[in-house]
């Protein structure tokens, strides 16, 4: 059963809620629907699908048809305005880009749909903040100093809502979080493409339960260290 519209309030409360966006790259249909079913398992109920998979359109919808009342779906890798017109038709309830791309936010607009742009620099950041981004992709963060990264660009940006990718794993999802990340993004890490490949579900579930309670416990520990 399908989704109910969400408003864009909704949706950046419940990718805040979870703190987490799975970003899922497979081989087809199927793979995407198994993915999603491993993620939804371990217990996280928001995926991203990447633009870079074949027939990403179809899999946004038959996912939607399959999951949609309980897995919020984003469409990843939108760099056009064809391409987020065609994932929002399909079912996507947000957008991704790896960088800031002006007529997707302007399909997204028009839609009352969410688009988190992609950004690095902290001019890149502003000029997203500038065109009306509530959330903001940190892309490819990890290749640049990770948390260290991320807590430098927040000095500048302390009201910034970012969500770090690229690189971002269990062994440093703490970090990103301790570092002020809005939520953070996961893709091979968490959706291991041979698990996926050979059918080992429980793999992606259990990489996918570990990030929940590290993002839990980080948040809970930030929580403790501002009360004091």
Same mark, same amino acid.
């Given at each position: 059963?399908?989704?109910?519209?969400?408003?864009?309030?909704?949706?950046?409360?419940?990718?805040?809620?979870? !703190?987490?966006?799975?970003?899922?790259?497979?081989?087809?249909?199927?793979?995407?629907?198994?993915?999603?079913?491993?993620?939804?398992?371990?217990?996280?109920?928001?995926?991203?699908?990447?633009?870079?998979?074949?027939?990403?359109?179809?899999?946004?919808?038959?996912?939607?048809?399959?999951?949609?009342?309980?897995?919020?779906?984003?469409?990843?890798?939108?760099?056009?305005?064809?391409?987020?017109?065609?994932?929002?038709?399909? !079912?996507?309830?947000?957008?991704?880009?790896? !960088?800031?791309?002006?007529?997707?936010?302007?399909?997204?607009?028009?839609?009352?749909?969410?688009?988190?742009? !992609?950004?690095?620099?902290?001019?890149?950041?502003?000029?997203?903040?500038?065109?009306?981004?509530?959330?903001?992709?940190?892309?490819?963060?990890?290749?640049?100093?990770?948390?260290?990264?991320?807590?430098?660009?927040?000095?500048?940006?302390?009201?910034?809502?970012?969500?770090?990718?690229?690189?971002?794993?269990?062994?440093?999802?703490?970090?990103?979080?301790?570092?002020?990340?809005?939520?953070?993004?996961?893709?091979?890490?968490?959706?291991?493409?041979?698990?996926?490949?050979?059918?080992?579900?429980?793999?992606?579930?259990?990489?996918?339960?570990?990030?929940?309670?590290?993002?839990?416990?980080?948040?809970?520990?930030?929580?403790?260290?501002?009360?004091?």
């Amino acid at each position: 059963m399908p989704t109910l519209t969400m408003s864009i309030e909704d949706v950046i409360r419940r990718i805040g809620e979870v !703190g987490i966006v799975p970003v899922v790259r497979a081989a087809s249909v199927a793979e995407a629907n198994h993915a999603v079913e491993a993620i939804l398992a371990g217990g996280i109920p928001v995926v991203e699908i990447t633009m870079t998979i074949p027939n990403a359109v179809s899999v946004i919808r038959e996912v939607a048809k399959q999951h949609g009342d309980k897995v919020l779906i984003g469409a990843g890798t939108v760099t056009n305005a064809e391409q987020a017109e065609a994932c929002l038709r399909a !079912g996507a309830e947000f957008l991704v880009s790896p !960088g800031l791309s002006l007529p997707v936010l302007s399909v997204a607009r028009a839609s009352e749909k969410l688009a988190i742009p !992609g950004a690095l620099t902290p001019t890149e950041l502003m000029n997203a903040e500038e065109h009306g981004a509530k959330l903001v992709k940190i892309f490819p963060c990890g290749n640049v100093g990770g948390p260290k990264y991320l807590k430098s660009l927040k000095a500048p940006f302390p009201n910034a809502s970012l969500i770090p990718t690229g690189g971002v794993s269990a062994g440093n999802a703490a970090d990103f979080i301790a570092a002020g990340a809005f939520a953070i993004g996961s893709g091979a890490d968490l959706v291991d493409p041979i698990a996926l490949r050979e059918g080992n579900l429980e793999k992606i579930s259990a990489v996918a339960r570990e990030l929940v309670s590290i993002v839990a416990a980080a948040r809970a520990t930030l929580i403790e260290k501002k009360s004091k």
